[in-house]
């Protein structure tokens, strides 16, 4: 399992920083709070890691379910000569899966969270519409360093099912934990290296284009690695 592994990996890596750059709600409030309240850049990042890593270890309890059925089926004896190819079919078939249903949500226009800075230096979330008019103060929540960390753990990041259920129905414990740590590095990683930079002035990347098709995209992904393993040999 070695070279699909190693297709895993570098899907896990893509998909997590495409995941953050793409999520301007990945930074841009942790920058926002540290200003107005005058923190350190070490305090700042210290919650930017612990939201970060609720956001990830969410996604790995939403994952559980099918990591659950992978291990499942390990132990039925048919399943022994079939796995390979069946992981390798799920994991096509979840990734084309998630990109018909992020280009849905992206021609639906469907609603996700963005964060505004009010002149006071306070930090409201709100549910937001590309191309939307104003939101009106009473949709509005103001936002807390407790209430970020609620906001990361109950939104998980969906296409880390796929990249642990393929591990788990070849009974790779390995696989899962070097998927979720290389996920849960990547991540981490790119948050800081963006907060670290707003902190220190540098203007951020627009990213609206791909933040409406970022589930599309790593749907799309994860396909290509199902393709490659089940057609390439990889």
């Known amino acids: 399992m070695e070279s699909e592994l190693n297709v895993l990996l570098i899907a896990a890596v893509s998909i997590s920083v495409l995941h953050t750059l793409t999520g301007p709600d990945h930074y841009i409030p942790f920058i926002a709070i540290g200003k107005a309240k005058s923190w350190t850049l070490k305090r700042t990042v210290f919650w930017t890691i612990v939201c970060g890593i609720g956001h990830v270890m969410s996604s790995v309890v ?3 379910g099918g990591v659950a059925i992978g291990f499942s ?4 004896s048919w399943f022994e000569g079939l796995r390979g190819g069946l992981a390798a079919w799920a994991l096509f078939v979840f990734g084309v899966v998630f990109m018909l249903v992020g280009l849905y949500q ?3 226009n469907k609603k996700h969270k963005h964060f505004d800075v009010y002149d006071s230096g306070d930090v409201y979330v709100y549910q937001h519409q590309h191309k939307q008019g104003p939101v009106m103060p009473s949709e509005r929540k103001k936002v807390t360093p407790w209430v970020m960390f609620i906001i990361f753990l109950l939104g998980p990041c969906e296409p880390m099912i796929p990249l642990l259920t393929y591990p788990a129905i070849m009974n790779s414990t390995y696989g899962i934990y070097l998927i979720t740590s290389v996920f ?3 991540t981490l990683l790119m948050m800081v290296i963006m907060v670290v930079l707003g902190h220190y002035g540098f203007k951020l990347i627009k990213t ?3 933040e409406k098709y970022m589930t599309a995209i790593a749907g799309g992904t994860i396909a290509i690695c199902g393709v490659g393993m089940i057609f390439l040999g990889w």
């Not at 089926?73 to 039925?76: A, D, F, I, R, T």
């Open 62 to 64: 939403l994952a559980l």
């Open 73 to 76: 089926l390990n132990k039925l």
């Open 106 to 108: 992206a021609y639906r």
């Open 184 to 186: 849960l590095f990547f």
């Open 208 to 210: 609206d284009f791909f």
